[in-house]
């Protein structure tokens, strides 16, 4: 605010010289109601007089350049959070209302782009082609819009697709403490998409450039970017630049879905989304709540997760899938962010450190990770065989706790024991390493069945690997009800059993005392 009378009457002139301009257009009832002044400029924020008839969401232009979008209505002026601060905004700038809320390109142009949330491109092709552009808040759509959950979202990774299944417009979470490996399973659920109709978005919140750039790398090096759009606010932007992004992600995503495609949209990650936001709100002394973030919160969250869904069929039939990534902090799955979005969410993946720690990855923690709706979009097989895998592994981890005192062991507590070793060897899985659904299910069928109870645990690997080749010799038929959601009858399952025999055969089994 001016603090002396020479730098009220500057501002004061400032004012009228815009006036005054704006007498030569329509008319004096606009001018007054398009142009303003800047009265403070502090991190991130500009107050601007003079904007009486501004409203929340509106694109503020200043006269350097900078763009900001109005955050708070006040008695005597607003507050607008920059999106571009340029190095010359200062108080006494000109100001003026632009008449549109945020918004964002979309269309079929910005597929294999890397763009940040205002459309400007970074990954040096040029301008971005678009048909249209679209507000980056948007309502989501109503109960009578929406379908059930009921295709697969397959992503290639054994454990989410057997234990943890996600459907198509599904909302699953992914938490977990930092390095523990949360980016690379939304990335593998984003390679292994291989449908023309699926599109793929990934916003990156708050990241470092070179983790970006490796997102990127790793998309480019799978041939994926084609079908791929990269939305990129770094740690160093400005954090209304942060705060627009996942929304802005949403918006692009939902230009597809509208359009009868499949989108999945990995927002990673939202913690730093919430301390964006949370930045702005004590910068405009909003008052604080549970671990200093606003009430509101919760609401942020909310109104971006609720838009991902699947359309009915009149609708066109898209469906938008959510993977937001939470990080936790010394394995707090009870602090504020998390719950609120755990609560938001229809499931969640869980990492842990521990499993991380030894080796096993991913680090899934099949105890405290759920899907509340992904089991209804799960073929048919998967539910008939794999009903009791988790039952027993965690058999297994409590069995395993009592075996290490050295007690002596009853048959079938040893047996227990073996079978849930070969499930942890089981849950393991390389990056980047896609199995396909007749691979994982044939797999499964040698893990469920006991045949690789008899085989020595060091050689897991080749006797998996053994299957997953093997599995190319199951009838067509017999894929083809897999596929198409079927039950698989006796003497399917007998077929499958000897060609897992005859793969498992030459692989060295285990000692009688292992």
Not at 463 to 475: D, E, G
Request: proline content about 5%.
């Amino acid at each position: 605010m001016p603090r002396d009378n020479d730098e009220i009457g500057n501002v004061l002139d400032r004012t009228f010289q815009a006036f005054d301009k704006a007498l030569v257009g329509p008319g004096p009832e606009l001018a007054i109601l398009e142009s303003g002044v800047v009265m403070a400029v502090s991190a991130g924020i500009a107050r601007v007089s003079g904007l009486n008839s501004a409203e929340f969401g509106e694109l503020i232009e200043i006269e350097d350049g900078s763009i900001g979008m109005v955050f708070n209505l006040e008695t005597t002026n607003i507050a607008v959070v920059l999106l571009n601060e340029k190095d010359g905004l200062s108080a006494g700038m000109l100001a003026k209302r632009t008449g549109r809320v945020a918004d964002v390109p979309v269309g079929d142009g910005l597929l294999g782009r890397v763009i940040d949330p205002i459309a400007r491109p970074l990954d040096g092709k040029g301008q971005i082609n678009y048909s249209k552009r679209l507000p980056v808040e948007r309502d989501s759509p109503g109960i009578m819009d929406r379908a059930p959950v009921n295709v697969p979202l397959n992503t290639g990774i054994k454990v989410i697709d057997t234990l943890i299944p996600i459907g198509r417009g599904q909302r699953e979470l992914i938490l977990g403490d930092r390095q523990t490996g949360k980016t690379t399973i939304a990335v593998d659920a984003i390679l292994n998409q291989t449908d023309p109709n699926m599109v793929c978005v990934y916003c990156a919140i708050g990241q470092r450039s070179a983790a970006v750039a490796k997102v990127v790398a790793d998309l480019k090096a799978a041939d994926a970017m084609q079908r791929c759009i990269v939305v990129v606010a770094e740690g160093n932007d400005a954090p209304g630049l942060r705060y627009l992004a996942p929304y802005a992600a949403t918006s692009i995503a939902e230009s597809f879905m509208l359009q009868g495609k499949d989108v999945v949209i990995v927002y990673d990650d939202l913690t730093n989304h919430a301390r964006s936001y949370r930045e702005i709100s004590l910068l405009l002394r909003r008052p604080p709540g549970r671990e200093a973030f606003p009430g509101d919160i919760f609401y942020l969250h909310s109104r971006l997760l609720e838009r991902a869904t699947h359309l009915r069929k009149e609708l066109g039939g898209g469906s938008m899938t959510a993977l937001p990534v939470v990080e936790t902090e010394a394995q707090d799955i009870s602090a504020y962010i998390p719950t609120n979005l755990i609560s938001i969410t229809d499931g969640q993946i869980y990492l842990s450190p521990d499993l991380f720690q030894k080796g096993i990855l991913p680090a899934v923690n099949v105890e405290l990770s759920v899907s509340r709706v992904g089991g209804k979009a799960q073929l048919a097989v998967y539910r008939d065989i794999a009903g009791m895998l988790k039952l027993s592994y965690a058999q297994f981890e409590d069995l395993e706790a009592f075996s290490r005192f050295g007690t002596r062991l009853d048959d079938q507590t040893q047996s227990t024991i073996t079978h849930g070793e070969r499930i942890r060897s089981w849950l393991k899985q390389k990056p980047l390493d896609h199995i396909s659904v007749i691979e994982q299910i044939t797999v499964l069928f040698a893990l469920i069945g006991g045949k690789f109870d008899t085989v020595a645990l060091e050689q897991m690997v080749s006797a998996q690997l053994a299957v997953r080749q093997i599995s190319s010799h199951i009838p067509s038929d017999i894929s083809s009800k897999i596929l198409a959601d079927k039950v698989l009858d006796d003497s399917d399952k007998a077929a499958i059993m000897k060609l897992i025999e005859a793969a498992l055969e030459p692989i060295p089994k285990a000692k009688a005392k292992e």
